[in-house]
């Protein structure tokens, strides 16, 4: 089995679930944070032989992790394995200076804020408690505490938001000078609040995501910021120095790398298994209490699917994917018709056959990509 380099961490935790939220959360249960945290670092023991003796990255994701009480938090962040990059998911309003100690000391090097909006009236839409001003002292707190490396994560569609809203978004954003940016449009997932109340106002406002999609790239790229995935940008040339800003762990996912996930709902790729682990809390920690492992669910991947992925994934980036490795899902007839529309770029060098969405492909995104699958 090879050893995996990647390694995602789940805390669930967080003081008030948003409507829009479909991620695996449990809201307070302050009295649950140590025993989830005996649990966790249990799984990791179990885990640990998947690991490599050097991991590139580490995510702990939520959730938000930074909800999770400091000791319990404290004792995650010292059980960690060392690694080139590891990040913390914060919400705003639980950054404190002593928090953005806490995670220095314990080798956090980079933290990405959940911020969505600046504007009052889309956080109240979005049922985000923190403000404006919580995101502003949240990037002072943890510039003062060192931290050289912040991303914002940042919404655009959301109901009621305006062209001039989004264009005071991302300026507010590039204003706070993050080494990274990531920009979503926002979904009503089934089974959220968000689906049912507000599902028919992103549906009449969908004609504008295009020109939405568009001012965020032309906002950020002309701030000096790298398009270099779908959704996610990063500080380029002089601004960024010698610093390669990308976000190392998602490039993990994005270049089809295997992956170790714990925690509840946390999901795995190792090798030819991708292993999920159930959502239920009492579960998780009945099992690891138990010394066992937590209840999930395994698949298998077979070549043809992990290929169908790793095309997918890889025409998200700025890079080339190599044509050999993806051969089994791609469709040849496809990908002639789009090269010559001006979607796709194939070239030959060193690695064979390579091919990489244009500019315009790229803004069609999920279009030109499932043409070019061989269904």
Known sequence: MAAVRHLYVHLPFCAHRCGYCDFVTVVGREDTHGRYVDALLRELELERGVLAAE?????VGGGTPTFTAARALERVLAALPAAKEVTVEANPETVTPALAELLLRHGVNRVSLGVQSFQSHLLSVLERRATPDDVRRAVV???????????????????????????????????????????YELEAKPGTRFAVARGADLERQADAMEGYFELVVDVFTAA???????????????????????ARHNLGYWRGSDYLGLGIGAVSTVGCERRKNLPSLGRYVSALAADERPPREVEHLDDATRACERLLL?????????????????????????????????????????????????????????ELLAL
């Open 55 to 59: 991991v590139e990255t580490v995510f």
């Open 141 to 183: 707190a943890l510039r003062a505490a060192g931290f050289g490396n912040l991303s914002l994560d940042l919404l655009y569609g959301i109901p009621g938001q305006t062209p001039a809203d989004l264009e005071r978004d991302l300026a507010e954003a590039v204003e706070l000078e993050p080494e990274h940016l990531s920009c």
């Open 224 to 246: 000096g910021y790298r398009w270099y995935e779908t959704a996610n940008f990063c500080l380029d040339g002089e601004r960024a120095g010698a610093r390669d800003l990308r």
């Open 314 to 370: 890889g025409l998200r980036l700025d890079e080339p994917v190599v044509v050999a490795d993806v051969r089994d899902a791609l469709d040849l007839e496809a990908l002639g018709r789009l090269a010559a529309g001006g979607l796709v770029r194939r070239y030959v060098n060193g690695s064979g056959e390579e091919i990489l969405l244009t500019e315009r492909g790229r803004f069609l995104g999920g279009a030109v990509t499932a």
